[in-house]
């Protein structure tokens, strides 16, 4: 998407030159396999199951190009504004700024919020855009289908686009965005189970990852395939408790990492 160019402007009024976060102040950015582990880390810890952390996680990669492209853990793109430049103590918040793009009708600079990590991002993004909806009081807002949907297992990512979380050229030919949320999904299921299954989450589908496959196939009463079938998948992701801490996230062995690059996408 084009992007504007020429010098970045000031920022407005309401927000403190100090409190901004530049690029040459940011940490280290964290791997591919790292950025998917501990965002479903955080967010099973904050109470979603793993289906919910998938379409949260996949729509976090689809803003930040798989974790490469975001500053101050800012992973959706999330403007301040007047109205929201200020913490709940009064405090103002740190922020950021961007060229914007030209053809989602964003300004020439565009000013973000800046969090303090990625669990909090995340935190304030599902209070924010799949609010849990109160049975005793009447529905307010943007986001409340969106929240009612995601809180009851239903599809919820088509709801967010209608309420306008991604502008109204994408509520308008929604197609892409949802299909591509979709195909992104699939790859974070090849990575997630990798991981469950010890060998490194690369989305490579080589030998190691079908080895360590038919062994879990074998010791569970599946299916041999050495493939991540349905059944396989809903016994991985399903019939095991899943952890929200992260010291599961790193210690997988180098050893079994998978040479032979093959298609990252779920057996037929």
Not at 117 to 124: C, K
Not at 156 to 176: C, N, Q, S
Not at 206 to 219: F, I, M, V
Not at 236 to 258: F, I, Q, R, Y
């Amino acid at each position: 998407m084009e992007k504007w160019t020429g010098p970045m402007q000031a920022p407005p009024f309401w927000l403190v030159p100090a409190l901004e976060v530049t690029e040459d102040s940011e940490p280290p950015k964290m791997s591919r396999s790292e950025f998917i582990l501990r965002c479903i880390a955080a967010l099973l810890s904050l109470g979603c199951d793993i289906d919910q952390a998938f379409g949260v996680v996949a729509n976090a990669i689809n803003e930040t190009g798989w974790g490469r492209f975001y500053r101050a853990f800012n992973l959706g793109g999330w403007k301040i504004w007047k109205f929201s430049s200020t913490n709940a103590d009064g405090t103002p918040r740190r922020w950021w700024r961007a060229l914007g793009n030209k053809g989602s009708g964003d300004p020439q600079t565009c000013f973000y919020r800046a969090f303090a990590s990625l669990e909090e991002f995340l935190s304030e993004w599902l209070k924010t855009f799949v609010p849990k909806v109160n049975p005793g009081k009447k529905p307010n807002g943007r986001y409340w289908k969106t929240g009612q949907q995601f809180w009851t297992g239903e599809e919820w990512f088509d709801d967010l686009i209608e309420a306008g979380y991604k502008g109204d050229v994408t509520k308008a030919h929604p197609r892409g965005s949802i299909e591509s949320h979709h195909q992104i999904i699939k790859t974070l299921t090849v990575v997630y189970c990798q991981h469950l299954l010890g060998v490194v989450p690369d989305g490579k589908w080589g030998q190691k990852s079908r080895n360590a496959c038919s062994a879990y196939q074998l010791a569970n009463g599946l299916t041999l395939t050495g493939k991540l079938s349905e059944q396989t998948v809903d016994a991985l992701l399903h019939g095991v408790k899943h952890t929200s801490t992260l010291a599961t996230v790193t210690p997988l062995l180098a050893m079994n990492h998978d040479d032979e690059v093959m298609e990252m996408e779920l057996a037929a």
